[in-house]
């Protein structure tokens, strides 16, 4: 079992960034592909950015492709999403999950996620 915490979150300018942090509680974390999902007012979930478990696998959605950054410190159960270039669409409830079953790539279909945060606000807004 595990359990996820996201931070980081908050209020940023156009144009400005943020670093979001999912700390993971539980054994066995590094063998976990995570994935960062958000969900703005009236939209579904949608997948953001995932790494598998051994960090040598990254995918992106398109939206956020050359801005967004994924990377994770298994020394200490914890993923982080740098987020550059922050646009008003931006603006979501970011959540990020873990993905117990191994796969050679991580994917971003959140049926497939087992284990999700509570999620952290981002507002970019002027």
């Known amino acids: 079992q595990l359990q996820l915490v996201e931070s980081g979150g908050g209020l940023v300018q156009p144009g400005g960034s943020l670093r979001l942090s999912c700390a993971v509680s539980?054994?066995?974390?590094?063998?976990?592909?995570i994935a960062w999902f958000r969900q703005a007012p009236g939209k579904e979930r949608e997948g953001v950015s995932c790494v598998n478990s051994w960090g040598g696998s990254t995918n992106y959605a398109d939206s956020v492709k050359g801005r967004f950054t994924i990377s994770r410190d298994d020394a200490k159960n914890a993923v982080y999403l740098q987020m550059n270039s922050l646009r008003p669409e931006d603006t979501a409830v970011y959540y990020c999950?873990?993905?117990?079953?191994?796969?050679?790539?991580?994917?971003?279909?959140?049926?497939?996620?087992?284990?999700w945060g509570q999620g952290t606000q981002v507002t970019v807004s002027s």
């Open positions: 539980g054994f066995r974390f590094r063998y976990y592909d």
């Open positions: 999950a873990a993905d117990k079953d191994l796969r050679a790539t991580c994917t971003m279909m959140k049926s497939e996620y087992d284990y």
